[in-house]
């Protein structure tokens, strides 16, 4: 395709001022001379590849590097494994199994007048301590894997985990 100021005849082999018909421009007359060491590359194009192949380095802050809690880098081991287990679908039933314990648990207290309760709200409230650390540690590890709230995909960019972040905390 010509481009603006090029002659086309020229272009095409008609007998413009390097050529003597079809194909003599491929047999290195004027116009392969002009072309030099990088080809027939435009500088538009030679701009681009080095753009994408050679990027200028951005200077990276606290907010633009990905690191959980300011301290683990994405290749970081400890974050590594802590993604490894939340990512794993045992560790999501067993939150899930947790949490319905937990409900049932708190279905089964029974609120007597006066501080009064049964033996078996007394044991029931014994559990609490053990649903709240599995619950700590479930909050815990995911914001050690994911971020806590200033990346893109972090723990508090999810409203579940925004919901289980104001349990935790509340519990």
Not at 64 to 75: G, H, K, M
Not at 101 to 110: D, F, K, P, T
Not at 136 to 161: D, V
């Amino acid at each position: 395709m010509a481009r603006f100021g090029d002659d086309v005849s020229a272009r095409y082999g008609g007998g413009g001022p390097g050529g003597g018909g079809r194909g003599a421009s491929r047999q290195g007359g004027p116009q392969a001379a002009q072309r030099g060491m990088y080809g027939s590359k435009s500088m538009a194009q030679r701009a681009r590849t080095m753009a994408l192949y050679n990027p200028i380095p951005v200077r990276q802050n606290c907010f633009t590097v990905n690191r959980s809690l300011f301290i683990f880098s994405e290749d970081n081991i400890i974050r590594k494994y802590a993604k490894r287990i939340i990512e794993w679908p045992p560790f999501e039933y067993m939150i899930l199994a947790t949490i319905i314990a937990n409900c049932i648990v708190l279905a089964l207290e029974q609120h007597l007048p006066d501080g009064d309760k049964t033996p078996m709200s007394e044991r029931l409230d014994d559990t609490e301590p053990y649903f709240i650390g599995i619950f700590c540690f479930e909050a815990g590890i995911k914001i050690i894997a994911l971020g806590f709230a200033f990346h893109k995909g972090s723990y508090l960019r999810n409203g579940w985990n925004v919901m289980d972040f104001v349990v935790v905390l509340t519990g």
